[in-house]
């Protein structure tokens, strides 16, 4: 992902598959708590459907839009763990491996590590790092 894009201002942003079929908008972005890097997004898929967690990594912002490296369909079928609240060091590997993307750095014996944050919806501004 572009390192230079204020993970706030990716809120709002459509977000469009690896063929470029519109996925939804991103409703919030999840950070790592040991480094401040944005690591997932949370995709509202629809007025009615619930936000489906993509990786950031191989995700690029191209002319204002997120672009998600994965099949729609992929995405839908990930995991569903609600928006709102940390991810757990467990759920994030579920994520990994929905995804087939191998960890970063190697699991920590804190789970501090990979306790991931999120930077809220704009009604309710959260402190970044």
């Known amino acids: 992902m572009q390192t230079d894009i204020d993970p706030r201002n990716l809120i709002g942003r ?13 409703d919030e972005v999840y950070l790592d708590d040991a480094t401040g890097v944005p690591e997932w997004a949370a995709i ?3 007025l009615f459907s ?3 967690f993509v990786p950031l990594e191989p995700s690029e912002v191209i002319e ?8 729609r369909a ?5 995991p569903d763990f609600g928006v709102g609240r940390h ?10 491996h929905h995804y087939g993307l191998d960890l970063a750095s190697p699991p920590s014996p804190t789970p501090a590590h990979h306790d ?4 809220a919806t704009p009604e309710a501004p959260r402190d970044i790092p």
């Not at 204002?64 to 099949?71: C, I, N």
Request: aromatic fraction near 8%; avoid cysteine.
């Open 87 to 96: 991810l757990s060091p467990e759920q994030e590997l579920q994520l990994y």
């Open 44 to 46: 509202r898929t629809g």
């Open 116 to 119: 991931f944050g999120h930077v």
């Open 64 to 71: 204002g839009a997120l672009r998600v490296p994965f099949d």
């Open 74 to 78: 992929l995405i839908r079928d990930a």
């Open 14 to 26: 459509k977000a469009f598959d690896r063929e470029g079929t519109r996925l939804g908008t991103v």
């Open 50 to 52: 619930r936000d489906a």
